[in-house]
């Protein structure tokens, strides 16, 4: 009888560390592919969606950007860490921020880059996490990205949708902070890629 009674406890104990494990429980990486800027496909088959932050989608501008530089950050590994209570999206996606060893955080060097904005978080209902302070600080100080506006939408400033179009030069890609423009990307034009090896402006 005491020894079922032990076996209660320590069913119990195990429940509860499970239950009120530390939310900032980290992990280290060794690889894994950028679906796109925001979202990380481990080798195990599980997509980590990173926390406080968001990417353009593939096709609009600056995906392929933010797609190449998120896979740049990870390549030499890199630390997940779940940030607030939320362990999933609804899509089944691990909601973590990312780190790499030496410290530097995924979504800030986005951000920082033009190549995110600060968005799923306390502020769209979502839970809060450590960085959202942060982020929407860097995110107002950035005041443009890649695009020359917000890359979570496919439109130009001062026209009323997106469409095929190009900088008028290298200096107006550069202004904007889109330089070097890929080709397929909006902002691309022949005429920006002097050597036609498919990167303007480099």
Known sequence: MF?????????AL??????????????AVSGGRAIDGDTIELRNGKSVRVIGIDTPEEGRCGAGRAQRATQKFIDKGFVLRRANA???DRYGRLLRSVTRKDGKDLGTWLITRGLAVARYDSRDGYSYHPQESRYHGLDARQGRNVCGFDPTKDRRPGTGGGGNWSYENCTAARNAGAAPVYRG????????????DGVGCE
């Not at 020894?3 to 069913?11: E, F, I, Q, T, Y």
């Not at 195990?14 to 992990?27: G, T, W």
């Not at 990307?185 to 036609?196: K, Q």
């Open 14 to 27: 195990a429940v509860a560390s499970m239950l009120f494990a530390p939310i900032d429980s980290a992990s």
């Open 185 to 196: 990307e909006p902002g691309y034009g022949p005429h920006l890629d002097a050597d036609g």
């Open 3 to 11: 020894a079922s009674g032990n076996g209660v406890v320590v069913a």
């Open 86 to 88: 939320e362990d999933k």
